[in-house]
Structures are given as structure tokens and as C-alpha cells.
């Protein structure tokens, strides 16, 4: 297989390897905001209101959920004031709450945005007292859950992309350099033969034919233009050299330059 074609294996694969990477990143986005998602999965809490959950040890997000109509406005959910105490069980530590305000993910009328992210030393039932200036939201909560377990496939696909397009960029530089070192070889009337596939009939193969005696032969400048063309179509049809060059070629060597 000649350097040209694994050139341009090469970078059809890089090509699509990108395709798929940009589907990809943007499947998995809408997978990890809208369905694996867990912003309440441990349950929620009136604001102002209290209220007693299980939370398990770890990273618990705490996230404002609201009823929106229209969408938010300018296409992001207001964050209020807001204020919570979470009380630990009896011999257990003050979960640490660190504010990590994220993106609103609105489905349908339904809205939510990251508003902390709380540090859980122990699994038990934690006693939660909610407050805030939530005027104008409808039926306003927080809401105690976890983030997607599969946010790692956006960087998967990110990373994938990065690698298709260094692919792209080598794959290009191949396939000039094949192409300058095809049209050097023929201009310097020496074809470079790697960049043709070569014809053997299976008889030719199995057979070796019987060289006659040959008397020396001088060209003649018909013959040495006849096979000056064979070689400038066999660049043509390899994909070394494109028509138009063809074309600018085979009119020197006719015009016998």
C-alpha cells in the first residue's frame, strides 16, 4: 500500500474519530443534566421550612428547586438569599457547606440550580432548617442530592476530539509531502514507482520468459516522449498529481521542453 493511501486512511479515520467525539461530548451533556442527575435523590426541604434526612457520608449537592413559567429570565435561574443549618446526628460532626453555584437545568416548567455542596462526615438523619428571601419563586425547595456518576464521558469525548484533530494535522502534512515528492521525482525525470501500484497477470508471475537477444537500441525523441507520458499517467491515475497538472505537464513534454 502506497504512502499516499495510508495518508489518507489515516485521515478519514481522524475525520471521523472527531465526528463522533462531538456527538458524543454533546450526548453526554444533555445525558448528565437531564437524566443522570440526581439533584434530589435524598429528598427536599420547604424554604423557609425544616425538615429531617438521610444523608449518606460524602458530597451531597444542595440545589434550588422551583416551579418557573416561561423559562428563567435570561436563560439562568436567579439565586436569592438563602440560608440553612444542618444539624448533625449526636456524636457526629458539622458536615462542612461550601457555596458551588452551578448551571439551571429547566425541564418543562420544572427548574433547579446548584447552590452548595455539602461535606457529610457520617450516613444518618441530619435535621435541616431552611431560610431565604424566595418572594416571587413558585413553591420554592432545596433539594439534596448527588451528581452524575458518568460526568467522566465529557472529558472522554473531549479528549478524543483533541486526538482526532492532532491525527488531522499529521495525516495533511503526510499526504503533502507524498504529493511534493511525486512532483519533484517527475520533474526531475526520475518517477518515484512507490506511488504506483503495480499490474502482474498471475501467468506473468509463474512463468519466466525467454529473453531474446536484443541489439542496442537508441531511443528516438518520439519514444522518449511516449514513455515520458506513460510515466505522467500513471502519477495521474495514482492520485500523485491532479488534472490540471496533468494537463501543464503532458504540454511541455509535447512542445518538447
Known amino acids: ?3 499516499r493511501r495510508l495518508a489518507r486512511i489515516s485521515l478519514a479515520g481522524a475525520i ?5 467525539a462531538v456527538g458524543g461530548f454533546i450526548a453526554s451533556l444533555v445525558l448528565n443534566r437531564l437524566f443522570l442527575d440526581k439533584y434530589n ?6 424554604i423557609p421550612g425544616s425538615g429531617s434526612l438521610y444523608l449518606p457520608a460524602g ?9 418557573v413559567i416561561g423559562g428563567p429570565n435570561g436563560g439562568g435561574l436567579p439565586v436569592p438569599p438563602l440560608g440553612i443549618t444542618i444539624s ?22 420544572d427548574a433547579h440550580v446548584r447552590v452548595w455542596v455539602a461535606q457529610i462526615p457520617a450516613a444518618g438523619t441530619y435535621n435541616i432548617i431552611t431560610d431565604g428571601k424566595v418572594n416571587g419563586f413558585i413553591d420554592p425547595r432545596l433539594a439534596f442530592g448527588h451528581k452524575s456518576s458518568h460526568s467522566f464521558l465529557v472529558w472522554l469525548f473531549v479528549i478524543m476530539f483533541i486526538v482526532g484533530l492532532v491525527d488531522s494535522i499529521i495525516s495533511s502534512s503526510w499526504l503533502a509531502r507524498t504529493r511534493r515528492k511525486a512532483a519533484a521525482a517527475f520533474m526531475a525525470g526520475v518517477p518515484d514507482f512507490s506511488l504506483v501500484a503495480p499490474t502482474v497477470s498471475p501467468t506473468a508471475a509463474m512463468t519466466t520468459p525467454e529473453v531474446p537477444p536484443t541489439t542496442a537500441y537508441e531511443p528516438t525523441d518520439d519514444g522518449v516522449r511516449l514513455e515520458r507520458l506513460k510515466t505522467l499517467a500513471a ?10 497538472e496533468f494537463e501543464t ?5 509535447l512542445e518538447g521542453h
Open 1 to 3: 500500500m502506497s504512502s
Open 16 to 20: 471521523v474519530l472527531m465526528v463522533v
Open 41 to 46: 435523590a435524598y429528598g427536599e426541604v420547604a
Open 59 to 67: 458530597e451531597v449537592t444542595i440545589n434550588l428547586h422551583t416551579v
Open 88 to 109: 448533625p446526628p449526636d456524636g457526629v460532626a458539622q458536615p462542612v457547606v461550601m457555596e458551588n453555584i452551578g448551571s439551571t437545568t429547566t425541564v418543562n416548567n
Open 235 to 244: 502519477l495521474r491515475d495514482s492520485g500523485a498529481l491532479t488534472q490540471a
Open 249 to 253: 505537464e503532458k504540454r511541455r513534454i
